[in-house]
């Protein structure tokens, strides 16, 4: 079984940056791919940034040039800088464990970023 534990989430302004992390434990398969899905009240679940063991970016084209994934692979931890932030970045947060296919395995508990315009 795997842990995912995030944090950093919070209440900003628009234009202004938070950032999130997560730290895997368990039983971690490699290569994997860890990242994070969103959720705004009332809309479907949707990726935001993941990355491969490997360092492959992948963003959704609504956070592109705002966001950045990084993650430390001697630790398991994944984070995101989430910049410029915009009152539509207002959801759930949920780190995810994916197998290098894409398909998530585990998620974490959701940490609440709040975007007030």
């Known amino acids: 079984q795997v842990q995912l534990v995030e944090s950093g989430g919070g209440s900003v302004q628009a234009g202004g940056s938070l950032r999130l992390s997560c730290a895997a434990s368990?039983?971690?398969?490699?290569?994997?791919?860890m990242g994070w899905h969103r959720q705004a009240p009332g809309k479907q679940r949707e990726l935001v940034a993941t990355?491969?063991?490997?360092?492959?970016?992948k963003y959704a084209d609504s956070v592109k040039g705002r966001f950045l994934v990084s993650r430390d692979n001697t630790k398991d931890t994944v984070s995101l800088q989430m910049n410029s932030l915009k009152s539509e970045d207002t959801a759930v947060y949920y780190c995810?464990?994916?197998?290098?296919?894409?398909?998530?395995?585990?998620w974490g508990q959701g940490t609440q970023v709040t975007v007030s315009s």
């Open positions: 368990g039983r971690i398969v490699r290569p994997n791919i």
């Open positions: 995810t464990l994916q197998s290098p296919m894409g398909v998530p395995k585990y």
């Open positions: 990355m491969t063991t490997g360092g492959t970016a």
